[in-house]
């Protein structure tokens, strides 16, 4: 049957904000899922961060916490820990993750919880008006920051490779199939599964926009050599590379309720602590 | 009968070996202990010292002076020497150099042979201890065999059992049937994060160590949602972190439990000492107006209660738990004959992930559970948090111990207290015409204190801070300055009969 994932909350995203198109992609994939038997509708959970990405959590249907700035992947970890039969999915934006949780980011990897983050990444804390973030190119003029962003930007991605990341993908918020489908590879991956979104903010750092032209298709990957060349592609900074959209790498490692018997044991059986 | 004993050396020398023994020897042998550990932050070298007292009647404190001072290295004698009593003893570790790294359980067979106890009492100890115990048994027989018996304690019918607050909490949290102990290491809060650990395959449960203090709690608020009984610890400064969460507790209604060992602060301040000057962060830590718990026991058997009481009232209110305690608590060793209260249990019971859809948020909500900004619905929220609040406190008045009192009970002469410091005061009020009036409960806060107060014609305030602040905590609810202050505040827990003079002062 297909899942109501819809709630009565009205939306307040910017008009023609790419959000809407994640969250149409999110529910197709969510609905997808559940219609196929693969996953209950009630057994996903979503931890939102804050910012103009986490309002998904209003307006969809699915369990979930919203949660503080910089905390929905611990927070997102901890209902791994709490039940680790649920589908956790963890919305973040790049000031969220890698500003105020970038602590949090590195070692996700590091735990390899079996859930998955999806990452909006438009270059700019755009709720708050338009400050850079950590990956804003260059020079981006903002009012925090009126002599323009001195640093380069970071490249998650790399970072996300360095720390052992188990799957990594980046997509565009503009192209709901890729995204649909990046997003349900993601969900059925055991591990912590990493889904960069490309975005567009249309207000505030309007010059990182209009990146379309630069993305590309790789096919799914899972060498580790190939991975680094693919990520080092897009330097979040200046608009000379080209963008490649798809599984960056994939690998198979234990997940965290693999590694811990006490978890395993509450999968093995289905169940949750209660009836431990 | 009391008899107080210096263990000193060196860290990495054993001394809290010597103090194991002993006391778990007097523990079967029918007499009271309690050791206090005083060391430093380092690993190897400094100076260490285990202050050990023995009483045939319940104490929870040491003395200034002492009696017997077992020295493992030089500067345990220079620095302890000026508080031997008159007829004190020294032994110093110089025979028993041949004992190589057996010399803390030569120094242990000593002491007992000094304090009169019988060479079959130590051999027994030394075997349930140790799996190849015969080096450490001709060790331990040296030392007894070193000395002259210099007390004749006589076997006592007491049923004794040792714990320290940090293991109690484990007692506590699994009477309970905890599911998950998140936290990051910090002192004085780590050695219950050990002692859960320890077993934790067997025992049903995971101890998780997170990145830092703030995904500790955020991992406990997202476990504790899933429908796991969780709890996370932590002390002073990794409750600095945590106060983001605490708040986004109090808004989102996902039952969190924490334990707060605190220490001297600000800062990194005395890292390995004690202070009870957390209290104002327990009681307001964490942005906005929102319900919550503190409790702050006293000793271990209150430890055990307490933290059961937490857990279930977290569960029931969909509230904050925060279990107060300190290093001087959390690493001292009690003996006591008492058994603590039964276990509040409880089950999870509320709505779950995986059952049906459950939305819960930091931000203020509607019916469905998603965000609003209406200016009714934000104020009926807030009302409805007050309003849980009266219902907290009417259920801890109801069915929880929110104080106790100790001493003569027709005294006028009140003696305000909480925490460690009530093993202090409860032994410095013994023949004194005073009350010792216990509070547990820091929030919500007894109206049996300001009945008590009232009664009372000299009221004396005891606490290890500098302002007071359970002091503070009192004036603000009910009006009144209590102006007799004993404060203490240089990271050393207060001696009781330090504090009787002081007490005795101020009748």
Redesign the interface.
Known sequence: MKPNLT???EVTWCPGCPNNMILAAVRQSISKLVESGKNK???F?M?TD?GCHA?I??YL????????H??AI??????????P??KVLTFAGDGAAYAEGM??FI?AFKYNADMTLVLHDNQSFSLTTGQPTPTSQQGYISKSEPLGVFDKPMNPIKLALAANATFIARTNARDIPHMTSTLTKAINHKGFSFVEIIQDCLIFNKDANGKDELMYKIKDNSDKKKAEKIAEEFDYNSKSGKIPLGIIYQSKEKSLAEK????KKLTDKKT???N? | MRLNIIIGGKAGQGINKVSNIVSNVLGKYGYFTFNYRDYQSLVRGGHNFNALSISDSPTESNDTTIDILAALDDRSVKNHKQSLKKDGMIMTAEKFENEGRNINIAIAGAVLKILGIPLIELENEIKSQFKKYEEALVSAKKGFDSQKEKFSLKKLNNKIAILSGSEAIVVGARNSEI??Y?AYPMTPATNAMHAIANK??EN???V?Q???E??AA?????????????MTATSGGGFDLMG??L??QGI?G?PLTVYLASRPGPGTGVPTYTAQADLDIALRAGHGEFPRIVIAPGNPIETIEKTSEALFLAEKFKTLSIILSDKHLSESEFSSTEKPNKTPKF??TRT????????????EV?K?G??TEDPVLTEKNADKRTEKYNEIKKFVEKNFEMTKIHGKKNSKNLVIGWGSTSGAIKDAIKNLDAKFLQVLYCKPLSPQIKKEIKKANKVILVECNITGQLGRLIREKTGIKIENRLLKYNGRPFQSDELKTLIKNKL
């Open positions: 709630t009565k909350s509708h009630e057994d959970a931890t804050i309002k959590f209003d249907n699915i369990s979930g916490i919203y949660c503080l910089g905390r611990p927070t997102g970890i901890g209902i791994t820990l709490g039940n039969n649920l602590a949090h070692h811990w018997p006490q978890l949750n602590w209660q431990k | 599911d998950l998140i934790q395959v049903n449960l995971m998780f997170a990145e830092n703030i995904a955020s991992m406990a608020i997202g476990s504790s949602f899933a429908g796991a009984k969780t983001e969460t708040s986004l989102s996902i089950k999870i779950l992930p995986g059952k049906d859809i459950v939305k819960n948020s930091s931000y509607d469905y998603n965000s």
